[in-house]
């Protein structure tokens, strides 16, 4: 019904930033409240933001609150992921993913759309 292609990863050096991209097709894209999740090798895939379907209402994990902002421009069909402050903790693959409901924070199992994941790499 929707599908998602997650983009911008890449390395990045800690106290940088980095902007990630999702972009949508298929079901209109306002439909749809989106979150961000990261998982890093060996460790559970872990909710970072999340944004609501009009864009008003916005979620973020307490390890990135006041780091990240998370926007969405339905012009576009693309929700953002901007990361300010990196730190080596933040280094993990990216997903983007999309449901009917918002969501603050939860699990994977919340989401019934899931973009492919970007890498992001963060160096000390």
């Known amino acids: 019904q929707v599908q998602l292609v997650a983009s911008g990863g890449g390395w990045v050096q800690a106290g940088g930033s980095l902007r990630l991209s999702c972009a949508a097709s298929g079901r209109t894209f306002s439909r749809y409240a989106t979150g961000w999740f990261r998982q890093a090798p060996g460790k559970e895939r872990e909710s970072v933001a999340a944004i609501s379907r009009s864009g008003g209402t916005t979620y973020y994990a307490d390890s990135v609150k006041g780091r990240f902002t998370i926007s969405r421009d339905d012009a576009k069909s693309t929700v953002y992921l901007q990361m300010n402050n990196m730190k080596p903790e933040d280094a993990a693959v990216y997903y983007c993913?999309?449901?009917?409901?918002?969501?603050?924070?939860?699990?994977?199992?919340?989401?019934?759309?899931w973009g492919q994941g970007t890498q992001v790499t963060v160096s000390s």
């Open positions: 993913a999309a449901d009917q409901t918002f969501y603050k924070g939860g699990g994977t199992y919340l989401y019934d759309y």
